[in-house]
């Protein structure tokens, strides 16, 4: 089943990256790509597969990709929302680089997500919960945060690679929505915090 389009403009012949951005989310597609990474988190706390955290990636307007996480019903720690949507848009486009899309993120993404979406070259990740909201439903990054501050410094190579990467967070209405399933289903012991 296709997954519901916002209205925008794309190019429907052609699903392979460019080498520039040939279109680029008006404010509409980022409230509506976020819906969708919204309600994917829903689905995937209901369905038991992980927690509250869901992943859509559009190229060109169009979503290539939707994803939730699947920690718990994979047995995969690695397996967040935001990695299983990146290996899935990689396999589908046939490439490792993914520097034409955008990742729509109902939370803002982990250090582990992050690193993934550095390395795939997406354009940009747009989010609608916080850090600080997840970490208030019990799913706290802070420790790995300071880690990672604490590490040796590693000088860098001769040649460092500019990142062009931009993080953007949308205020949403909806941003905590899956949290508020999450405690609801906590609460039930119909899911775990992890």
């Known amino acids: 089943m296709q997954p519901k389009q916002p209205s925008s403009s794309g190019d429907d012949n052609n699903n392979k990256p460019s080498s520039s951005l040939s279109w680029y989310p008006q404010s509409q597609d980022d409230q509506a ?77 982990c250090p582990m997500c992050f690193g993934a979406i550095h390395w795939s070259r997406i354009a940009s990740c747009r989010y609608a919960a916080t850090s600080r909201d997840a970490a208030l439903a019990g799913f706290d990054d802070q420790l790995l945060y300071e880690n990672i501050r604490n590490m040796e410094h590693i000088p860098s190579t001769s040649h460092p690679r500019k990142s062009s990467f931009a993080w953007k967070h949308i205020a949403h209405p909806r941003a905590t929505e899956a949290f508020q399933l999450f405690a609801q289903l906590l609460g039930k012991g119909k899911t775990k915090l992890y």
Do not use: M, W
């Open 33 to 109: 790509f976020l819906d969708l990474a919204i309600d994917e988190a829903c689905k995937g706390l209901k369905s038991g597969d992980g927690g509250p955290f869901g992943a859509v990636i559009v190229l060109r307007g169009k979503v290539i990709v939707q994803e939730h996480n699947r920690v718990l019903s994979t047995l995969d720690p690695t397996a967040h929302a935001e990695v299983v949507a990146i290996r899935k848009a990689c396999e589908i486009l046939q490439t490792h680089q993914l520097q034409d899309c955008f990742l729509y993120a109902s939370c803002q993404p």
